[in-house]
């Protein structure tokens, strides 16, 4: 065989090995993928926020006998839905899991009524047997918004225009109302 020949057959040897690795390579990639959204997120005091936290298995539809979520807050351990056991545990009674959302890859948290206190890092695990993979996620509390104060006590509801309705006196209490609150938010 000439020369020429021979070392065309090494390359082409060596091109279908590496192909070969490539392709079992590809074949142990990670089947887990955890999405978050950008942190931080931002909510106000006394309202619910939901911490998003998705999953998927690329290769196949989850299968909830190989989950085990575990939320996380300041290293304390705040909710946790572990399939051996069957159950949904959360340490703070302000928040929720929702089992019924974890066979689509919905492992968000909802927090209810947060305080500044909620206010830091949280983490969301995912250990899909036998994978794991950790999100985190700032949480920022900020003051609840300002309530206006529309005064209503300047309208007389027994003043009778002579039309017999009551309708004008809504009418004029909501435009009044409406009034405030462009001049508030100006």
């Given at each position: 065989?000439?020369?020429?020949?021979?070392?065309?057959?090494?390359?082409?040897?060596?091109?279908?090995?590496?192909?070969?690795?490539?392709?079992?390579?590809?074949?142990?990639?990670?089947?887990?993928?955890?999405?978050?959204?950008?942190?931080p997120v931002t909510a106000h005091a006394g309202s619910n926020v939901l911490l998003e936290c998705y999953?998927?298995?690329?290769?196949?539809?989850?299968?909830?006998?190989?989950?085990?979520?575990?939320?996380?807050?300041?290293?304390?351990?705040?909710?946790?839905?572990?399939?051996?056991?069957?159950?949904?545990?959360?340490?703070?009674?302000?928040?929720?899991?929702?089992?019924?959302?974890?066979?689509?890859?919905?492992?968000?948290?909802?927090?209810?009524?947060?305080?500044?206190?909620?206010?830091?890092?949280?983490?969301?695990s995912v250990n899909y047997y036998p994978e794991i993979e950790i999100k985190e996620l700032t949480l920022?509390?900020?003051?609840?918004?300002?309530?206006?104060?529309?005064?209503?006590?300047?309208?007389?509801?027994?003043?009778?225009?002579?039309?017999?309705?009551?309708?004008?006196?809504?009418?004029?209490?909501?435009?009044?109302?409406?009034?405030?609150?462009?001049?508030?938010?100006?």
């Amino acid at each position: 065989m000439p020369a020429g020949e021979a070392f065309t057959l090494q390359l082409t040897e060596m091109a279908l090995q590496i192909l070969l690795f490539m392709v079992c390579l590809k074949g142990t990639g990670a089947a887990l993928k955890v999405f978050m959204p950008i942190s931080p997120v931002t909510a106000h005091a006394g309202s619910n926020v939901l911490l998003e936290c998705y999953f998927s298995d690329t290769t196949q539809t989850v299968d909830l006998s190989k989950l085990v979520l575990t939320w996380r807050f300041q290293n304390r351990e705040v909710a946790k839905y572990d399939e051996d056991t069957d159950e949904i545990v959360t340490n703070i009674p302000r928040a929720e899991l929702f089992v019924n959302e974890l066979q689509n890859g919905n492992a968000s948290l909802l927090l209810k009524n947060i305080t500044s206190k909620d206010a830091g890092i949280y983490t969301c695990s995912v250990n899909y047997y036998p994978e794991i993979e950790i999100k985190e996620l700032t949480l920022n509390v900020s003051d609840p918004p300002p309530t206006a104060y529309i005064p209503t006590d300047f309208v007389d509801p027994d003043y009778d225009d002579g039309s017999n309705s009551s309708s004008n006196t809504v009418a004029g209490v909501l435009l009044l109302q409406t009034i405030f609150v462009v001049m508030y938010l100006l």
